[in-house]
């Protein structure tokens, strides 16, 4: 039976590549067996660049190489049915991950959100970052507000007045597959949003030692 995905196809045996349709044939044991229900069609993690995905047609950090030589994301390769050994499915929505994700914010036009993210201590839907805006240091924040009746990411600061609202500069609609702000589309939420919007990459810190490990 064939299963379907967006853009692309597979079978419990073989994976078409999204991008020149050349097909891709599973790693088996030598009994001809597979290891589980996810495949190893034999790619190779790509680490230290960003690409699009043909699939989601998003910018990641997160990608693999097909052997055809086309890379797609490693969340839309094990939708296909692609094992990742590195990887643990459904990550993003990991509690332990959540926990330790680094949100890396780079390219937007106002330079000073730009940097590294951490979940604040004590809140899920909010990650902070020291930065300075208009010459003194504030934190940056993202965090997850409902805004008529949608849930959407923003990206502020305080103003230093305790009785002003804080200075938006990005949005985003939420992903509701993933519980951080990954796999988003920024866009300006006021006029101190300045073009370009920023790029989004994530990795994981973990805290045994092995420090951290992008994916």
Same mark, same amino acid.
């Given at each position: 039976?064939?299963?379907?995905?967006?853009?692309?196809? #597979?079978?419990?045996?073989?994976?078409?590549?999204?991008?020149?349709?050349?097909?891709?044939?599973?790693?088996?044991?030598?009994?001809?067996?597979?290891?589980? #229900?996810a495949?190893?069609?034999?790619?190779?993690?790509?680490?230290?660049?960003?690409?699009?995905?043909?699939?989601?047609?998003? =910018? %990641?950090?997160?990608?693999?190489?097909?052997?055809?030589?086309?890379?797609?994301?490693?969340?839309?390769y094990?939708?296909? &049915?692609?094992?990742?050994? $590195?990887?643990? !499915?459904?990550? =993003?929505?990991?509690?332990? $991950?959540?926990?330790?994700?680094?949100i890396?914010?780079?390219k937007?036009?106002?330079?000073?959100?730009?940097?590294?993210?951490?979940?604040?201590?004590?809140?899920?839907?909010?990650?902070?970052s020291? @930065?300075?805006?208009?010459?003194?240091?504030?934190?940056?924040?993202?965090?997850?507000?409902?805004?008529? &009746? !949608?849930?959407? +990411?923003?990206?502020? %600061?305080?103003? @230093?007045?305790?009785?002003?609202?804080?200075?938006?500069?990005?949005?985003?609609?939420?992903?509701?597959?993933?519980?951080?702000?990954?796999?988003?589309? +920024?866009?300006?939420?006021?006029?101190?949003?300045?073009?370009? #919007?920023?790029?989004?990459?994530?990795?994981?810190?973990?805290?045994?030692?092995? @420090?951290?490990?992008?994916?």
């Open positions: 039976m064939t299963a379907t995905t967006t853009q692309s196809e #597979s079978t419990a045996d073989t994976m078409k590549c999204p991008t020149c349709n050349c097909e891709h044939h599973a790693k088996t044991d030598v009994f001809g067996n597979r290891n589980g #229900s495949c190893d069609f034999d790619v190779r993690e790509i680490f230290g660049i960003t690409a699009t995905c043909p699939i989601c047609l998003y =910018e %990641c950090s997160d990608v693999v190489a097909l052997p055809c030589g086309h890379v797609l994301c490693k969340t839309d094990q939708r296909m &049915g692609g094992l990742v050994k $590195s990887c643990i !499915q459904n990550q =993003e929505n990991d509690e332990e $991950s959540i926990g330790s994700v680094l890396h914010l780079r937007a036009g106002q330079h000073g959100v730009n940097g590294t993210y951490q979940r604040h201590h004590g809140y899920k839907n909010k990650y902070t020291r @930065g300075r805006y208009n010459g003194e240091d504030v934190e940056y924040y993202i965090e997850l507000r409902v805004v008529g &009746g !949608q849930k959407m +990411w923003y990206l502020s %600061c305080p103003t @230093g007045n305790p009785s002003e609202p804080p200075v938006d500069f990005y949005k985003a609609q939420v992903n509701e597959r993933c519980a951080y702000p990954s796999r988003v589309r +920024w866009e300006a939420a006021s006029l101190h949003g300045t073009f370009p #919007s920023p790029k989004v990459s994530e990795s994981y810190f973990r805290g045994n030692g092995k @420090g951290a490990c992008n994916l």
